[in-house]
């Protein structure tokens, strides 16, 4: 059997904790999971009150498990899935699998037994957030895709769905256009090598299955969905199979995105649910928190990846961090020269519209720690050379008053010429 969500925990995690809480209220979960926010520890409960399901989230929830994933160090992150991007390994087909090892079919499916919760005060209902869905193209079925999206529990065999501007709205679009309705099937309680690739931004047209293939160091088992033609990931606990009607868009929302505010409710997509199938084993369920550390990891790899690609030919990157704010980075680099940083602040703005502050420090300076980048900005930057100010909408483009915008970038490194100088001092080395 392939390695699965509960595996990789005992392999993943090998440095950094897990919470495992026997029971806890249904009522409690949205609380615990928003005091879990900022943590680093996976939290996993093995029974929620009135559920089959047992609940998980922060699966990746730092670097050290992403790293661990990837078969890495957390300084290698980037350039590793680069040579995982170049490397793909296809998914393969088998016949069975334990995600279809339970099988609730047409009226035996009931959505509300899932323990999928709402998450803030004034969000529209219950949500899935860490649900990978699969949809092929109809034109080319060897192509499937795969991508999260935000799932509301809309009714007992009925979910609604959040397509921003992407292939899986691509995918439906090209359906509807056909007058067709698009068959999905989405996976819950996945590996974190599907999840990871599920969000790397890969081209149309490439397999994200086939990146977790790579991370996996082997193929992925899929197995064909029973109601739909979707190949799903065996290893996942829980698979809901349904279809996107053409046509058909119902009010979604509100609900507390990733920015930490409310996005406003509109007609989106629903999905009418045909199957529900899950392991014999209690399955897990997991959940993301919008705006969580785990979030923005993920929401910020791809594009992490995407910045230290442009920039790896030109200087010597040690590191990109868009977390805990995607619209946020820190770069730090091997400064050769003194016209390095503001460069590199241009071409990160380039790669990346949304992005606001970006901050570029010394390599002695650790980009994923938020003490030492402000205090690297606290005496090595000068905002009156050493920063560049752009006016442009672009940056927080949801901002409907346009008053937060515009970016600004800062050069938080020491000049070439008093390196010595501002050297960083160093406790003094144990003798034993
Ligand atoms: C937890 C989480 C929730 C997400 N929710 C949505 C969403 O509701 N709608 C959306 O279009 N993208 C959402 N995304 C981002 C997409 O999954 C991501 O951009 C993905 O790369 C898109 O896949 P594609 O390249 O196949 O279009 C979410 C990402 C994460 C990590």
Not at 64 to 90: C, F, G, R
Not at 107 to 127: C, K, M, S, T
Not at 192 to 205: I, K, N, Q, T
Not at 272 to 295: C, L, M, Q, W, Y
């Amino acid at each position: 059997m392939q390695e699965n969500l509960r595996h990789f925990m005992q392999r993943g995690y090998k440095s950094r904790g897990i919470n495992s809480l026997d029971f806890v209220s249904y009522d409690d979960l949205a609380e615990l999971q928003y005091a879990y926010r900022n943590k680093e520890e996976a939290l996993v409960i093995n029974r929620v009150d009135g559920f089959e399901y047992s609940f998980a989230t922060n699966i990746v929830a730092n670097r050290t498990v992403l790293a661990n994933l990837l078969n890495t160090e957390v300084d290698d992150i980037h350039p590793k899935m680069l040579s995982y991007m170049q490397n793909l390994i296809s998914p393969k087909l088998v016949a069975s699998g334990p995600c279809q090892e339970m099988r609730l079919i047409g009226h035996d499916v009931d959505l509300a037994n899932l323990p999928a919760i709402q998450f803030n005060e004034e969000d529209a209902g219950r949500y899935l957030t860490a649900g990978i869905v699969f949809a092929k193209d109809r034109r080319n079925p060897s192509f499937q895709n795969a991508s999260v999206h935000r799932v509301q529990l809309q009714g007992k065999n009925q979910l609604g769905i959040r397509l921003e501007k992407g292939h899986l709205l691509a995918l439906q679009q090209e359906a509807e256009k056909a007058g067709q309705d698009l068959e999905v099937a989405i996976a819950i309680g996945t590996h974190p090598a599907e999840m990871v690739a599920s969000v790397s931004g890969l081209d149309y047209g490439v397999s994200e299955m086939a990146l977790a293939g790579a991370i996996r160091g082997e193929a992925l088992e899929m197995v064909h969905a029973l109601t739909v033609d979707v190949d799903v990931p065996t290893t996942a606990d829980i698979i809901i199979e349904g279809v996107i009607p053409a046509y058909k868009r119902e009010l979604e929302g509100p609900f507390g995105d990733f920015q930490g505010y409310y996005v406003n409710p509109a007609q989106n997509h629903i999905v009418i649910v045909n199957a529900v199938t899950h392991t014999k084993d209690k399955p897990i369920f997991t959940s993301i928190r919008a705006g969580s550390h785990e979030d923005s990891l993920l929401l910020g790899l791809k594009n992490e990846v995407k910045i230290y690609e442009a920039l790896m030919g030109k200087h010597k990157v040690t590191g990109v961090n868009l977390s805990p704010m995607v619209f946020n980075c820190i770069i730090s680099i091997e400064k050769q020269n003194d016209a390095e940083p503001h460069e590199i602040i241009e071409n990160a703005f380039s790669q990346y519209p949304w992005l606001k502050y970006c901050v570029v420090v010394d390599e002695d300076v650790d980009c994923y720690n938020m003490e030492d980048v402000w205090w690297a900005i606290g005496t090595r930057s000068n905002p009156s050379t050493g920063s560049s100010f752009i006016k442009s909408d672009a940056s927080y483009n949801k901002d409907p008053y346009h008053i937060h915008s515009g970016k600004l970038g800062i050069d938080a490194t020491v000049p070439c010429q008093y390196k010595h100088f501002f050297r960083r001092a160093k406790p003094k080395k144990s003798v034993y």
